[in-house]
């Protein structure tokens, strides 16, 4: 582990045997290019934050690839999740660009160029998969923030990520069916984005909160970015946490407050939803 900057470096454990056993099998040049390939991926993603102005925690190497943890201060939209997304398979194809061009030229070495143009490529389209942790997860689910409250966002791309590694995790298994071996790679990596999907889907409760404190605060500071109010029509008892999960990213909400006989009673700027709910969890609109 390794520490730069306030970013931590590291390598999980699971990938430090799977470096090990290449050396005995002889494929330790192979495993270490897909490394080189999979950092500087990684270091795509880091560098886009870090230009944006997020802090980037950590970057650590999975024995499925890598993944860097990027601190999101409330700041973070769906504009800057594509962009921070899809640096990491660009470098890859700057890659593949540069060894398709070395190999045009008869610089280096033909078939090393050409596994690394095949490692790039894998990788890249792998990590476009719409499947959370994936850089295509994470562009789905900016898109669909777009859309969607912010909550819904949340729970669907990780029960879309669920279903999806079950039927990589299916398909893994599937030569069984023919008396064939499993493909152990795919069914590995289905298990691992099950797990990965599960764990969001349980946080989702953590994570929202975590962004209604971001957005409370952020408040405070960019009054004048805010632009057109979307309305929200709540009727007086419904609970303030079924209020902000109506919340969309992108956007700033004027709660209308209704009585039972469709009378206005109070229109409520959302943060002022957001600290009475943190406060005592009490209606705004109640003295």
């Not at 999806?164 to 064939?180: A, E, N, R, T």
């Amino acid at each position: 582990m390794i520490s730069i900057r306030g970013t931590v470096l590291s390598l999980h454990p699971l990938f430090v045997i799977v470096m090990l056993a290449s050396v005995i099998t002889g494929r330790f040049l192979e495993l270490l290019t897909l490394f080189v390939i999979v950092f500087i991926h990684e270091l795509g993603h880091a560098g886009a934050a870090i230009a944006m102005g997020f802090k980037v925690r950590s970057i650590q190497m999975l024995p499925f690839g890598g993944v860097a943890v990027i601190e999101d201060d409330g700041r973070m939209n769906a504009a800057r999740e594509l962009i921070i997304a899809l640096a990491g398979p660009l470098q890859n194809g700057i890659m593949i660009g540069i060894a398709w061009l070395c190999q045009a030229a008869g610089w280096g070495d033909g078939p090393f160029l050409s596994y690394v143009i095949q490692g790039n490529l894998i990788i890249a389209l792998f990590n476009l998969l719409p499947v959370l942790p994936l850089d295509g997860g994470k562009v789905m689910q900016a898109l669909v923030s777009l859309l969607l409250p912010y909550h819904a966002t949340l729970l669907w791309t990780a029960r879309a990520g669920m279903i999806c590694s079950l039927f990589m995790i299916g398909y893994g298994l599937s030569p069984l069916l023919s008396g064939g071996g499993i493909k152990l790679n795919l069914l590995l990596i289905g298990l691992f984005l099950a797990y990965s999907n599960f764990e969001d889907h349980r946080n989702v409760p953590y994570r929202f909160m975590r962004f209604l404190v971001n957005r409370n605060g952020l408040y405070e500071h960019q009054q004048e970015s805010i632009g057109t109010a979307q309305p929200i029509v709540a009727d007086s008892s419904k609970p303030l946490d079924d209020i902000m999960r109506l919340f969309k990213r992108e956007k700033y909400h004027l709660i209308y407050v209704m009585n039972r006989r469709g009378g206005l009673m109070a229109v409520v700027p959302e943060q002022h939803v957001i600290a009475s709910f943190f406060a005592s969890n009490r209606p705004p609109w109640y003295a």
